[in-house]
Structures are given as C-alpha cells and as structure tokens.
C-alpha cells in the first residue's frame, strides 16, 4: 500500500478508495467526512455525512435540518472503522467543532489537517499534533511575511481607538463563522462589557456559540431603534466584512472601519479595502505555526492543499522533507 | 518604538485630517521626551539619519533567509521595506528584555560610520518586532510617506498645547528636535521659548473669498486692489547673512531656487508670489511646475525657467518690524525699497486703479496677462496679520472654467462616505463622427451636496457595468450616461493622461440629469483653452 492509494485528489475532493469515502467534498458524493463548518469545505447535498456533532449542528444551521441523507457525529479521538479503513477525529483549533481527520490503514497513517491554527483560541478545542507518515497542510498563509500577532494586541488597539473616538462607531468586519464569535469572546476578555451590536447575518450562528457554553455576552442587533445616528456612537458593531461596503453601513455615524483578518498584515491589503484599523487576527496558522506544526507531526511527506504552495513545498525541500502541491479546487484561499 | 511605528500604521490608514489630527496629539500627549519630538522631527522630515540604499537592505536580508522565499515573499507584499520588516529572523539566542526606545534607534543610527551602518541596522533589527522593524526602515530609507504634513504636524501640536497654529509656525524654524523646550511651553511648563535663531518665518496673512453680498457693503475707496497672480506664494527672508525662501506653510524651498536665493542682497522680509520666466515676459503655472517639489535643480532648467518673485508686501527691513503699519504705509517703503532689487529677479506687483466696482469686475473679467487669476482687494489702513482675518483682505477670483463631461469610473469612497460612490472619473468626447470616444480628463470628489451623492451613488449602483475592487465602471455611452458640469481653474498639458490634458482644481459644480450624455463637450474644447 503506498499513500497516494490511500487518499488522492479528485475532482469531487480527496478520496479514499479502500474506504470509499471523501475528506470534504466539493460535489454532492455518497459518503463524506467534513473537517469544519464553513462553506467550502461543508457542503449539502451529500448521501452520508460524518462530522463532529458541532459541525453537524452548524451545517444544519447554515443548510436546514435536512442537508444530507444520514449524518453520524464522530467523538474526538474515537476510532470509526469505515470498509476497514480507521478513521479518527481531532481537535484542529480553526473554529468551534473543527477537526483534522487521521486515516490509517494498512500501517499508514494519513493526517487531513482541514484549516488549522496553533494559537490559543477560547472558542474552540486547541489543536492536537497527531504524528502521522503524511501530513495533508493547508497553506492559506503559506509565505513567510504571514506572522500573526498574539490577538490580545490586536484587541487592545480596537480598544484604545474606541477611547479615542468615543463620537465614531467601530465597524468590525468579521466572518460569520469562529472569527466573529473569537472577536466577541477576546473583547469580553479585555474586559469590555458594554452590548457588541451585530449584523443579522451573525445571530444564528453567535447564539449556537453561546448555546455551546461560550460566553459572548450581551448582543444586539445593529437595527436603528430611536432613529438617530448618535444611537452608535463609541460603539463596537460586528458584521461580515461584505456589509461594511453595503448601504447597510450607512446608519452609523462616521464609521472606523476595522477588519479582523490575517490579510490585515499586508498594508496594501488593508488600503485597497479602505479599512481604518487594520486587526490581524487568523484562524488559519500562519507561517512559523505550518513549519513548527510540520516538524511536530513527524510526517516524512507533507502534501499542501489551498493556498500558497509553492512556497511551503520549497521550504519542505529545504528541511530535506518529500512535499508536493494536490492542487484541489474548489477551496477558497482568500477567506479568513 | 512601538508607539511610534503604531502611530505610522495608523495615520497612514486614516484619511480624515481630524483623525490624523486626535491620533498625532494624543501621542504628543502618551509619549515622553525625547521619543515624542524625535517623532514629530521624523514626520516633519527634519531628522537627520544616514540614508540606507535599497541594495543594501536586501543583501542584508540575503544573508540571513532563502533567497527564493524572499523572492516569493517580496513579489507578493510588493514593498521592499514592508517585506523585509515581515520576513526578518529573530535570533533564536538573544531574545531582549525589552524593544529599543525611538531615542535609542535615532542614536545609534546618527552614530554609525558609514561602514558599520549596515551592522548597526541590523542589530536594531535584531531587537524589535515586526512594527518597529517596519518603522526603522522606514527612517533609514527616507520618506515616510504617511500622508501627513508638516502643516498638519504643527496644528496637532496646537491642537495639544491649545496654542494658535500661527505662534508655532513662527517659531518653528528656530527649534530643533528633540524639541523639548517646545513641549514645555506647549504644556504650560515654561514660557514660549525666546527665539534667538535668524531669519524666521512669519506667518501668512491670507484673503477670505468675496462672497455675492460682500461688495456692497464695502466702499470702494477703503480698498486698494492688485491682479492676483497664479504662481505660489513666498516669503523671502533674509536676516545677518541667512536667506530663507518660505512658502505659504513656512517650508524653506531655497533648496530649489538657488538662482534666485542668490540674487537675495538685503536684509528684508518680502512677500510676494513666485513665478518663472522674467518680470517682462512671466511663464504660466505649468512651467512654473517645471521647477516644483525638486530638490535640486539642474543648471539647464534653471536656465530655461529663471524663478522671480513679484513683491506684494513688505514685513521687515533693517531690523524694523512693519507688520503693524497700514498697508497703505507698507505699499510706499515697498515700493521705494523694490527700486534697489535686482531687477531681473524682482518687480513690484502693480496696483490696478478703480473707483467703482462694476469696473474692476470688467478689470477682473477680462485681465491683461494669462497668469492672472482675479484681483485682491487690501484695504488701505489694514495690518499685516497672521491667519484668514474677515475684513482687510479678499481675493476675487476670475470666474472658473465649466466643461460638460459624462461620468465614466466611480469608487468608494473613505471614512464617512465609505458606503457611497464618491470619487468620480469622467471624460468628454473624441474621435471622429459616427465613432466617438469618451477619454477620461480627470477626478472629482466634491462640489455635491449629501442629497446629490445619495443620487449618484444610486445611479452608479444601477448602471454598473464592471467591478474592479472598490472601483466600477459606469455605463457611458452615446444614448447612456450622466453629465456632470465640471468646474475647474485652468489646464496644464500631461504626458501622464492619454486626453493630454490636466485640470486644475477640478469639482463638481452641477449634476445636468437633463442633458443627453451625446451632447457633452469635445475634448477640443478644451485643447483650446491651452494655448
């Protein structure tokens, strides 16, 4: 058995053919194996799904009670047996109820990290080093100019331009999903506990998170109840990055645009999209967490899926380590 | 560091100048000295730091990282600086207690030889983080380029020493950073540091606009009135030896304009505009341009556009201060005092007789030279005072130039109009009948009510044709198109623009929801207003 048999690239997504089964799928497949919630790699439309029971919980959100034929939860860290193929789960830290797959078969061991981070993050289970014969990377920030900073600071300036435009509201711009229930929790540990006032788009799924045991305190939606501009004054309104550029955007008072992302390290990121306060916080790793997490594994192959291969296969090469680009299509590399 | 490179991040991320302004005072407010004047100098562009070549900085890089991800990483951040604060190992071994303070970082910048600079560098580099990487480099590789003026500078500093602009534009040139003594008078520690330096510059006096009902409430026989000549202003001060060439924002552009520095052999404060050409044959505005925002000047274009000033006032001679004499009182020293100038470098600004003001307004309608712009109205008994005093001065400009033009391109705007469409590109027609063309001839962003954005933003919204980031392409086409009746106040020729053409101070001054996009003007209507 070598590994390319075990798991390979198709154009519905990564496949398993002793198992039969794919890892994120794409297209609508028989059997799917979903690493986290977001729309890319958790789509409907599938015969079976297996998930971990938040992501499942999360897909039915986003999709309806009825987004696939049959789902079954995987617990973290127990062993499914699927056509003789083992299959466990583990904690990945991308957002709540992400995991990385491991598949073994034959005394190879397989792991398909999904999205991961290695920073600490209240929102979720921290990721699990899970040594393996190959390791399947993302590489979003796959380039060394990717350096997150620890997202206290970066809480701490929203903070600080607060005190020093009480009169401006602060617009964040967040994804609906983990990044925007990570900013709420990492305000509430700054100890900031006025409302945080949120677009609809991010009620669902905020009150799924609170429901989970994760405290985001007090929210409310950003909707005009008195009617005057002044109702937002020196207040923090979180919403996904696309309504900032809407009209939405216009009810509040001479807006201090923010997005919390990690493609706010690049300055001409930022300027293009005519964000203020630029807030670098990722749920992806960034290029120190993808070479550590790497070595951690053990994996004397690492395959890259989305995002900036070429550079991570290069610095694989370096360290003397056999890597190669899947070239997989259907993930986004710009969300986060 | 830290404060300081987080500072840089933010003001050149916030485009409303009363941000810039809370952002720079509250540092002045949070820093200490020095770290705070170090700031202000290296904003103001007066600190003095060995500057680092690009070369330099890469081969730096290059010993330290695969040069391939360097390449990979460098292509994709696209600023050199910026790549390299990002990419730069930490040593593993000599992790330090605590970042370099700006005053540290300036220090041994100044200090190092030109040898060892490439070592001192990277030490420093060494022992910061990715902002403070960032800021440093900027420093030794020159230009901040954070979209904040040294005018802007000096009101935030009044703004936290709840001073007038116009005392610190007064003193300024006097100091030098760390401008410590600054910060004590502006904190009410000491008092207003004694200017002991030579050849300072004194703050401008500046016209209001004449507005519809100003003139008749005014008598003509209070006011002296002069063509007001469209080249920059300057003050041209020389005191014990030292010549200073200041502009309007008292910075020194002597720099520039050697030749005429050195035709400076008084001991006088002048003010007057700076023009090119010679007093009898004065060149426009786009050869003056020729001579602008250079550091040097090559002796073949100084030859080709000699630089005068036309004198308009008289502030100082021989010691004595004339700022508190009437106009009328200047204009006579002023105009004994400019006989003696060397005549092919200085001229008197004429005053333009009148008794009634219908006639000058057919004076100002119709001007005797190109150059001229409107007339300035001074009364006869007015001081010279600093600021934008209501009253003793008022420039009435010719009426703007007004073309037709069809809105082509419009983006996003920033800050408060970040929701709406608020930057417009538009073009007028070219090409031949049958097969015209719209050429772009140049930007706008205001000159519209709020209700009038919301209806262009509408409009924009539903006539889009193409997106490209925070910019789309509006349907402009013969049958379809709005028509914007652009004012603007003269055209300079571009190499840069494919219409050939520039505008000057372009606004929009009507929304012509009325007029078919087919009838817009031709792009010869306004070749014809170049020459």
Known sequence: MRAKDLLCPSPAGLYCPPGDFYIDAVRPVKRALITHGHSDHARSGHQAVLATRQTLDIMALRYGEDFAGTTQAAALGETTDINGVSVTFHPAGHVLGSAQIAVEYEGIRIVASGDYKRMPDATCQPFEVVPCDVFITEATFGLPVFRHPPDQEEIARLLKSIEQFPERAHLVGAYALGKAQRVMRLIRDAGYDMPIYIHGALAKLSDYYQSQGIDLGVLEPATMESGGKGDFAGAIVIGPPSAFADRWARRF??????????????????????????????????????????????????????????????????????????HLVGYEDEGD | ??????????????????????????????????????????????????????????????????????????????????????????????????????????????????????????????????????AIIKLVTGGLRIGVSARLAKQALADFGKADVAEIEELWHGLAPPYSDLFAWLEGKTPKPENAAKALFRPVMLAHPVEDSDL????????????????????????????????????????????????????????????????????????????????????????????????????????????????????????????????????????????????????????????????????WDSAYVAGRPKGPWFKWKRDPHTVDAVLMYAQRGHGKRSSFYSDYTFGVWSGPEGGEELVPVGKAYFGFTDEELKQIDKYVRDNTIERFGPVRSVRADRKNGLVLEIAFEGLNRSTRHKSGVAMRFPRISRLRWDKPAAEADRIETLQALLD
Not at chain 2, 6 to 13: G, K, M, N, T, Y
Not at chain 2, 78 to 100: C, F, H, K, M
Not at chain 2, 262 to 282: C, R, W
């Open chain 2, 216 to 379: 008749a409430k005014l008598d003509p026989a209070d006011y002296a009135a002069e063509w007001k000549w469209d080249g920059i202003r300057v003050q041209v001060v020389s005191e014990g030896g030292v010549k200073r060439l200041y502009s309007r924002t008292s910075d020194n552009v002597a720099g520039a304009f050697p030749d005429l520095a050195d035709a400076v052999d008084f001991d006088a404060t002048l003010d007057g505009e700076l023009l090119v050409g010679s007093p009898s044959a004065t060149g426009t505005f786009s050869d003056l341009q020729q001579r602008l925002n250079r550091k040097s000047v090559s002796p073949k274009i100084r030859e080709r556009y000699p630089a005068f000033v036309r004198c308009y006032d008289l502030l100082q001679h021989d010691g004595e201060d004339l700022r508190g004499l009437p106009f009328r009182e200047r204009r006579t020293r002023l105009e004994a005092f400019a006989e003696k100038l060397e005549p092919t470098r200085f001229d008197l600004s004429p005053l333009v007789a009148f008794t009634a003001w219908p006639e000058l307004e057919a004076l100002r309608s119709a001007p005797p030279h190109p150059i001229i712009e409107g007339v300035m109205l001074k009364r």
């Open chain 1, 253 to 326: 008072p001479d807006p201090v645009s923010c997005f919390a992302s990690g493609w706010m390290r690049i300055r001409q990121r930022a300027k293009q999209r005519g964000v203020e306060l630029p807030l670098i916080i990722s749920d992806h790793s960034d290029w120190d967490e993808l070479t550590a997490t790497i070595h951690a594994t053990g994996a004397r192959e690492v395959w890259v899926t989305h995002g900036r291969e070429e550079a991570l296969v290069r610095w694989c090469e370096l360290e003397g380590i056999a890597a190669k680009p899947l």
């Open chain 2, 1 to 134: 560091m830290n404060r300081f490179a987080e500072l840089l991040d933010r003001l050149v991320l916030t485009p409303s100048r009363n941000g810039k302004l809370k952002l720079l005072s509250d540092y002045f407010c949070t820093v200490e000295d020095p770290d705070r004047g170090l700031g202000l100098a290296a904003i103001t562009g007066d600190l003095n730091i060995a500057a680092v070549k690009p070369a330099m900085l890469r081969a730096l890089v290059a010993e330290r990282m695969d040069p391939v991800l360097f390449g990979y990483s460098y292509d994709y951040v696209g600023d050199l600086a910026e790549t390299v604060s990002l990419v730069w190992p930490t040593p593993q071994d000599s992790i330090p207690n605590r970042e370099p303070t700006l005053a540290e970082v300036v220090e041994k910048l100044q200090s190092a030889s030109r040898s060892d600079g490439p070592k001192v560098l990277a030490r420093l580099l060494d022992n910061s983080g990715i902002a403070a990487r960032f």
